[in-house]
């Protein structure tokens, strides 16, 4: 039994969250539901039990074919709630006697919550899922109806407005900052993270981007989705209500801009390496992990390794990170044959060559970088070579987007097929950790083995406890060939 003064969330029962498409998995269902309220979702207990935006985004988009649409918007209005007068997403609230003590701080006698705003990759989430939800369910009226509910603003306390009008707010946001790289695009006009802080992005550890200014996932696939969902929610007309002509007059761009930002964003991040230069390293950083590198090396061949850097620094130079955010691309965008190719092929190789071990894949692989950045991206490291399950699922779903399309090749579905099995076949041999936010490995007996997350680490006991990222398999089924 506990005890609170602070008002009390309204919670969502299993058959209000869940429709008959969701895996039959009891810890999962409870998981999520103890962290699903109609004000918002919770990103995980017990430390946590907040709103945090990019995990509600993220979340709900992975869950979104497995949940009931009330749900959807229950998620969805937990974020539009909490815009900034400007359009930005917030990060992350401070609630209770924490939100006095920061508040008295300044001054101020209050508890109501405070926000942060200091990431930078929601703020460009909100629109692609929003518009998988409004567009691709085929209920234009069912949409209309949403857009037109009120919601009460957690940001500025008093406030009442129409989910369409906070979603437009968010959509000017995204064209005045994605404006000057569309107008003229050079790498200072990218999205960079904000003055000041290391982190801007979902690897939020101070290393998590190898002290990157310009992430990957940001500015090669958030970005271009975000101009993309807003050029569809203007040309489907669910958005007109909402709209100033100065509203209009910036959304018909929307689409050129998107297409300069994809053409000219993703191959700022694209490195070529030499075959020779690329297996002595890999090579010698297997070495340094008392693993084998034969695996590796055997599907490398004698062509170039070409992959896509985890970020650029402040003077726009790759940080050379294999990395696993190559599954938002998958999911949030529609590459080319041979650039789906390229990312496949950087994820699925063995590791350290690419991402895949026996236990999972590691969301970080640190092979081609200075002895210095790879001491910073081990097994041990919070964003290093460790296995996060909300990364597995959106891989996952990211395949099965891709796999859906009409205009690939025969050998780039084949890829995509074989990749498919081979992730699933991971997964799998993870289930008794797969509701962990994340795990690490050793390598023992000729074999990777899991392990705990490395001690000393502040999050080790909420790898064990209800994650709303570790629900997603809820959705996330296993195809059935």
Known sequence: ???????????LSEAELLNDRAAADPAARNALRFLSYRE???AGSWRFNT????????????????????????GLNAVLARLDRDGEVAHEEALSEFALLERGAKGEASDAATLDYAMVDDDYMLAPVAASYLLERG?????????????????????????????VRNLRFVLKSAGPFAASPTTAKLIALKPGRQAGQWRDSNEGLGGGRYA???????????????????????????LTPDDRKALADAARMARVWRDQAPSRFRVTMPADRARSAIKGYAATLGIPAEPALATLGRTPLVYHAIALDALGKPVPIL??????????????????????????????????????????????????????FTPA?????????????????????????????????????????ELW????????????????????????????????????DESNAAQLWSTVYLAVQPPAN
């Open 40 to 42: 918002k979702f919770l």
């Open 1 to 11: 039994i506990a005890a609170t003064g602070d008002p009390a969330l309204t919670g």
């Open 51 to 74: 709103y945090f935006g990019r995990d509600t985004l993220m979340s709900v988009r992975l869950l979104m074919p497995a949940l009931q649409p009330g749900a959807i918007e229950a």
């Open 381 to 421: 490291k919070y964003h290093g070579a460790v296995v996060w399950s909300w990364q597995q699922a959106l891989l996952a779903s990211g395949l099965e987007r891709q796999l859906a399309r009409d205009d690939l090749p025969p050998p780039t579905r084949a890829r995509l097929r074989t990749a498919q099995a």
């Open 323 to 376: 990395h696993s955010d190559e599954g938002f691309a998958l999911l949030f965008t529609r590459p080319a044959p041979a650039d789906l190719d390229v990312m496949v092929q950087s994820i699925m190789r063995p590791f350290p060559a690419g991402l895949m071990t026996d236990i999972g894949l590691v969301v970080a692989n640190a092979a081609l970088a200075s002895p210095k950045l790879q001491a910073d």
């Open 139 to 167: 209920d234009a009226a069912a949409a209309r109806a949403y857009l037109a509910r009120a919601v009460v603003s957690e940001a500025q306390p008093g406030a009442r407005d129409p989910a369409g009008a906070l979603l």
């Open 425 to 460: 076949r991971v997964i799998k041999v993870g289930r008794e950790v797969q509701n962990s936010e994340l795990w690490s490995w050793a390598f023992a007996d000729g074999r990777y083995q899991v392990v705990a997350f490395g001690a000393g680490k502040q999050d080790v």
């Open 216 to 242: 990957y996932d940001v500015n090669a696939v958030f970005v271009p989705a975000a101009l993309d969902a807003a050029a569809r929610l203007a040309a489907s007309g669910l958005l007109d209500p909402y």
